[in-house]
């Protein structure tokens, strides 16, 4: 598939999506838990598909004891 048949979300979109500050973002990207893309000199973007994966992969199952 092409690069363009993908959503490309900013840093502001993910923190909305979620309820977060972008700085939280910045962490996780830091941290190498969200992977982040360049798409120009400085400007970077997240697929949509890895924040999908990312999402899913912080789900909390609460199991009873």
Known sequence: ?????YD?????????RLGVSRK???R???SGELPVSLV?????????RDFIRFVYGRRISKKSH
Do not use: H, K, P, S
Not at 8 to 16: G, I, S, Y
Not at 40 to 48: D, L, N, V
């Open 28 to 30: 996780w990207i830091d």
């Open 24 to 26: 939280t973002v910045y």
């Open 8 to 16: 490309l979300l900013t840093m502001e979109q993910v923190a909305r």
């Open 1 to 5: 598939q092409n690069m363009a048949d």
């Open 40 to 48: 120009g000199r400085r400007t970077y973007r997240i697929f949509e």
